[in-house]
């Protein structure tokens, strides 16, 4: 028969061990909770219930739980004007870094200055911004020769996409033309 003692040391377990292991998220301490709750709920269950089928119920509980975790720096826009959004809340963004809005970096503690390559009509105060991780890359080579391209080199001018399979990053110094 297991007491009302032993249910409780083995939720607080259940509890720690997932904290002290480092590989289950926190969505596994709230099972285990619920397992806990649920078995100290139904008392009259508890009375042919063992240390080790409370245990096995708690282990299940824990193993199935999600663990993977889908973190996303985010920010929100606090203005826009001349190709320019003042973000809030991307910490460790990159200088270049690429972001994506909902619809050149100035670094500050706390905001951050974003230069909008495309079109800034649809960005408006609020929209939410996230890190993509990415930094800026654009096609470089002779096919983008003759070519009309907006500041991101995907071509404007109506003939469909550059084939140039090199990239560079934007904020690299660009080669000599006369050696």
Do not use: W
């Not at 800026?136 to 399979?165: F, M, Q, R």
């Amino acid at each position: 028969m297991i007491t009302l003692h032993q249910l409780r040391g083995a939720a607080a377990v259940a509890r720690a061990l997932p904290r002290r292991a480092g590989l289950v998220s926190k969505n596994a301490l709230g099972s285990s909770f619920i397992a806990a709750r649920n078995l100290h709920a139904s008392n009259t269950c508890l009375q042919k219930t063992s240390t080790a089928e409370v245990s096995s119920i708690l282990e299940k509980c824990i193993l199935g739980a999600d663990t993977f975790v889908d973190l996303e720096e985010t920010g929100r826009v606090l203005s826009i004007g001349d190709g320019i959004a003042r973000v809030h809340g991307l910490r460790n963004v990159q200088a270049e870094e690429m972001v994506e809005f909902s619809s050149g970096l100035n670094l500050e503690p706390d905001t951050v200055g974003v230069v909008v390559f495309g079109n800034d009509k649809l960005i408006k105060e609020g929209d939410i911004v996230k890190r993509t991780g990415a930094i800026v890359d654009v096609p470089v080579g002779e096919e983008l020769l003759g070519c009309v391209v907006d500041t991101l080199g995907n071509a404007i001018y109506g003939k469909g996409p550059i084939g140039s399979k090199t990239l560079r990053r934007v904020g690299l110094k660009a080669p000599r033309i006369i050696p």
